[in-house]
C-alpha cells in the first residue's frame, strides 16, 4: 500500500503531533510532584508560555532534552 502526502499536509500532521506530545509532557508534569524553580528558569517558563500562546514553533526534541 502507498500512501502519498503533500508537503503541506505532512507539516500540518507534524505540527499537531507536536502540540500531543508537548500536551503529554504537560500531563506527565501535572503528575508529577512539584519543586521549586529559580528565578531565572522561572522567567524562561513564561518565555516559553507566550511564544506558545503566540502560536511560535517550539522543537521538541530540544525541549525534552532541556527539561530532562
Do not use: F, H
Not at 500532521?13 to 507536536?18: A, C, E, I, K, Q
Not at 511560535?56 to 532541556?66: A, M, N
Request: aromatic share 0%; proline share 1%.
Amino acid at each position: 500500500m502507498v500512501v502519498t502526502i503533500s508537503e503541506r499536509d505532512l507539516k500540518l500532521v507534524l505540527d499537531r503531533l507536536d502540540r500531543v506530545r508537548l500536551e503529554l509532557l504537560r500531563l506527565r508534569a501535572m503528575l508529577l510532584p512539584k519543586e521549586e524553580i529559580s528565578e531565572d528558569e522561572r522567567r524562561e517558563l513564561e518565555k516559553a508560555r507566550r511564544e506558545i500562546e503566540e502560536g511560535l514553533s517550539v522543537d521538541l526534541e530540544d525541549l525534552i532534552q532541556e527539561l530532562g
